[in-house]
């Protein structure tokens, strides 16, 4: 009888623990369904650009020299081009931040779009172009640095809208059309950037031209040495705060022309050149030359 009772109670035990890991590997079934449930889709990624109210269309591009970088571009509407120029700002770093939240799992290592272009006409350059830590306003040669969530103060948005909008959406690349650019044209609209403490950096700090969009033609001779592509360390140490920001500044546009994916803004290889040009070896090194060597050394320039 004592048999029976051991054997009845061993089954008994062996059934609850079969039950209770049975249980347990249901559990964690349902658990990985909803942790998949939960990954996005690229169709509901693009369900979610077609319902924007402002977006008439959008295209994704992975680049092939780089698999780990996602491309975003959109071509906005009418409505959304009447919108002020500051509203246009505010509401394409919304959406940026906002995108990158919810799609997260379908971008590659950094979890964030590399560079979102925005279109506001068939143009053949676009509007905006917006970064993680920087949005630029392509034919007005501006940008603004920003940290993530960073919202500017009244006087920045101000200031944003002192731009001359004709001049935003023509749809050039610092004042100049592809056919310019392809000739090797300097630049015809000199720099402006906003920094993510808000202060206000190049043309517009300068006072060369009330309007940031349009370029002072008074101020051309003044500031063509900051162009010229032959320009080394020994001019380096000799320019002026804004000389400087001009020359990396023109260094960079040619580098992006050329397939450059750039990560920071002027300030970080302006400071690199300083450092750069403290060696006698490294005088007779060009500018431009010298923007590259840094970047590509320090890992915040990709091709």
């Not at 103060?153 to 059309?177: A, C, F, H, P, R």
């Not at 517009?204 to 051309?220: M, R, T």
């Not at 546009?253 to 750039?262: A, F, N, S």
Request: glycine fraction near 4%; aromatic fraction near 12%.
């Amino acid at each position: 009888m004592m048999k029976k009772y051991f054997l009845a109670a061993s089954c008994l035990l062996f059934l609850t623990a079969c039950s209770s890991e049975s249980e347990e590997k249901v559990d964690a079934t349902e658990e990985e369904e909803e942790v998949a449930e939960a990954v996005p889709t690229e169709e509901e990624r693009d369900a979610y650009l077609d319902s924007n109210k402002y977006i008439v269309e959008h295209e994704h591009e992975t680049p092939s020299e780089n698999q780990n970088q996602v491309y975003l571009t959109i071509k906005m509407n009418e409505e959304f081009a009447r919108l002020k120029i500051s509203e246009q700002y505010l509401y394409l770093v919304e959406f940026y931040e906002d995108y990158n939240e919810k799609f997260k799992d379908l971008l590659p290592v950094y979890s964030f779009l590399n560079r979102m272009k925005v279109y506001l006409n068939d143009t053949e350059f676009p509007a905006y172009e917006v970064y993680a830590k920087s949005f630029h306003f392509v034919a007005a040669n501006f940008g603004i640095d920003r940290n993530t969530g960073q919202i500017p103060d009244n006087e920045i948005l101000i200031l944003i809208d002192t731009l001359d909008k004709k001049q935003v959406m023509s749809g050039t690349y610092n004042g100049l059309t592809q056919a310019e650019v392809e000739t090797g044209a300097e630049p015809k609209v000199r720099p402006t950037l906003i920094t993510s403490s808000g202060e206000v950096k190049g043309a517009l700090a300068s006072g060369v031209s009330s309007n940031p969009g349009v370029q002072s033609s008074s101020n051309n001779n003044e500031n063509n040495d900051t162009y010229i592509k032959s320009a080394n360390g020994y001019n380096w140490v000799k320019f002026t705060g804004d000389q400087k920001f001009e020359a990396v500044s023109n260094a960079l546009y040619w580098l992006d022309r050329k397939g450059y994916t750039i990560l920071e803004s002027e300030y970080y290889y302006i400071s690199a050149l300083n450092e750069f040009y403290t060696d006698p070896s490294t005088m007779d090194t060009a500018i431009n030359q010298a923007v590259a060597s840094v970047g590509i050394m320090s890992n915040t320039m990709t091709k």
